[in-house]
């Protein structure tokens, strides 16, 4: 039976210590912030995570860490990022030793696929690992388009069970591809940091896939407006609307979403990775006014120091 993705599923930073090396203890914080705020999956590897700086052993050292911290309780994503279909067979199956549920896939970037053999690339793919594999529809990041209609095609490959979509304006394009599905089992969620989730919602999406700092602020905006309390979904949206902004900057993003996390006291360092761009003083302080303006407490849950 086909893994179910939904809900509210965060993309993990990688936390670095000082010097630029992983820290294990922060990703173990952070993780239990997400699953004491309630998340009904985690991703690795996305490109939140910066994943493209990841060397192979911090890939597996990063999903056993996580999986072994979840316990089964919520699905784990592994982001797939390869440049051909034989490097992203390679990570699948990495990931599928390590114990991911389900994988995150890319389309090859680096030389752009016709959109026609994509669905070759998809179907080789999921035919290599026994995971859910979801389409990242992302094409700001890859260059590479998808057309609602051929989401539909790729909908219809055994093992290919979702689609994230990334490509702007997202909430149109998450309508035209539930209407492309029809009724094919076949989930639709969104990303873009969660900035147009209600109106992805609205048009049918069943989950959001964000940035890791605020799900214990989102995750009440989205049981509201699935209870059909509207109002409130969209008042709680609002307020925390900046911090969504925020994190959206190209270039310094990765460093936002580190600075809001060390912010609220979940890891110690915002380091982050070139060709990730560490944060000028404006931008720093920025990222603390808006912090400040929302009044976080620095462990808004019950987490492990």
Known sequence: MALKLHGLMPILATPFDETGALD???????????????????????????????????????????????????????????????TSIEQALLAEEGGADALMVLPPFMVKPPAATLVDFYGEVAAATSLSVMVQDAPGVTG???????????????????????????????????????DADFAVLGGQNAQFCLEEYARGAVGTMPACEFPDLLGPVLADFIAGRVDEARAGFRRMLPLVLIGLQGGIAWAVHKEVLVARGIIEHATVRYPAARLDAGSRAAVDLVVEELALPPLPVKVRV
Do not use: Q
């Open 24 to 86: 294990r203890d922060g990703l173990r914080r952070l993780v239990e912030f997400e699953l004491a705020a309630g998340v009904d999956g985690v991703a690795v590897f996305g490109m939140a995570s910066e994943g493209f700086a990841l060397t192979t052993e911090e890939r597996r050292t990063i999903l056993s860490d996580v999986v072994e911290l979840v316990e089964g309780r919520v699905p784990v994503i592994a982001g797939v990022n390869g440049t051909s279909t034989a």
């Open 144 to 182: 590479v388009s998808m057309t609602p209609s051929l989401i539909a095609e790729l909908a219809g490959l055994d093992g290919v069970d979702s689609v994230k979509v990334e490509a702007p304006p997202t909430a149109p394009k998450v309508g035209a591809v539930v209407d492309a599905i029809k």
